[in-house]
């Protein structure tokens, strides 16, 4: 079946700092990729959905300029959290699809911000 | 708009016992596509099953079974004999339109337990 990797599996960082979440399609061309926000114990709330070469689509309540989502080939997208705060940690999971297929999804990034 | 509805947040078996997961949905498209997946503890989401929505024939691969009611907006998830290794959070999801890769809405999950 289709291989999504998600890199890295786990962060830790401070209060303030940037991090960078990859999203790669190993074994196929990914039209779309979705990036999603899971807190422990509930469900995924899907915070955007991007297409390769044009801007990101986000979710209501999903501040743009604080998920920075690029989608620069068809098999990568990033999701770079800008000036992390305890609020942010969470699990971020990543999908991606090809056209009319089903989404795959990376193992997720679990984000801890002190 | 569309909605996902599991009723169920947890269920605990014991092995090799039945479960049924409820999954009800809301959607006025025509065309949709269904879905279920597996969150093991590990985090990663597994691909179960995939329905569209003029398909209601149910589905067996091999312990597990779909069941998939139009009328009651339903799509029923049944693991046979359960085995620790079921353990998990499973999700029913929905995407309108024509293509699956359309962003897919989830139930809140309910959690499995099954116990030795």
């Known amino acids: 079946g289709a291989v999504v990797s998600q890199h890295p599996s786990r962060v830790i960082c401070k209060s303030g700092t940037s991090v960078k979440i990859e999203c790669r399609s190993l074994d196929f061309q990914a039209t779309t990729m979705f990036w999603y926000r899971q807190f422990p114990k509930q469900s995924l709330m899907l915070m955007a959905t991007?297409?390769?070469?044009?801007?990101?689509?986000?979710e209501q309540g999903v501040e743009k300029d604080k998920f920075l989502i690029n989608h620069a080939s068809l098999t990568l997208s990033t999701l770079t959290v800008t000036s992390a705060h305890p609020e942010d940690s969470s699990f971020y999971i990543c999908?991606?699809?090809?056209?009319?297929?089903?989404?795959?999804f990376g193992a997720g990034t679990r984000l801890s911000v002190l | 708009a569309q909605k996902v509805t599991q009723a169920q947040t947890e269920i605990s078996v014991v092995e090799k016992e039945d479960v049924t997961l409820d999954c009800v949905y809301e959607t006025r498209d025509t065309t949709y596509y269904l879905f279920w997946y597996k969150q093991p503890p590990s985090g990663e989401l597994v691909f179960l099953i995939r329905r569209n929505s003029f398909d209601e024939q149910n589905e067996i691969s091999g312990r597990y079974s779909w069941n998939f009611q139009k009328s009651t907006s339903s799509f029923n998830f049944t693991i046979t004999a359960s085995q620790v290794v079921d353990s998990a959070v499973y999700f029913c999801a929905l995407s309108e339109g024509w293509a699956a890769g359309n962003k897919l809405t989830f139930g809140g999950g309910t959690r499995v337990l099954v116990k030795p």
């Open positions: 991007s297409n390769e070469g044009s801007k990101a689509t986000y």
């Open positions: 999908s991606a699809s090809q056209g009319a297929n089903i989404q795959y």
